[in-house]
């Protein structure tokens, strides 16, 4: 069975094709958040991708979230980005 992480990995690297892609559940270190929700994620996605690097960081953003448009409605509280 595939992993909501996994799909969401699968789902990025299918839009994006980027060299290399790192997706880390941090949920955990937000347990004690007033708003913490269980049933949705904090996520850190390290990606090194030319494509992304070479837009404007804001554009490169949006690119991820509107690909992940339905997951961020839905399972992701919070998507940190990092690009290389």
């Keep these: 069975m ?16 980027p060299e290399q892609i790192s997706l880390i ?3 955990y270190l937000h347990t004690k958040h007033k708003s913490f929700d269980s049933n949705k994620f904090h996520f850190k996605l390290i990606i ?11 554009d490169a953003h949006k690119a991820i979230f509107s ?3 339905d997951e961020m409605k839905n399972k992701i509280h919070a998507l ?5």
């Design 48 to 58: 090194k991708s030319e494509k992304l690097k070479n837009m404007v960081k804001i």
């Design 67 to 69: 690909i992940l448009n």
């Design 25 to 27: 559940d941090n949920s």
């Design 80 to 84: 940190e980005i990092e690009i290389k």
């Design 2 to 17: 595939i992993t909501f992480l996994e799909k969401v990995k699968t789902k990025i690297n299918n839009e994006l094709n």
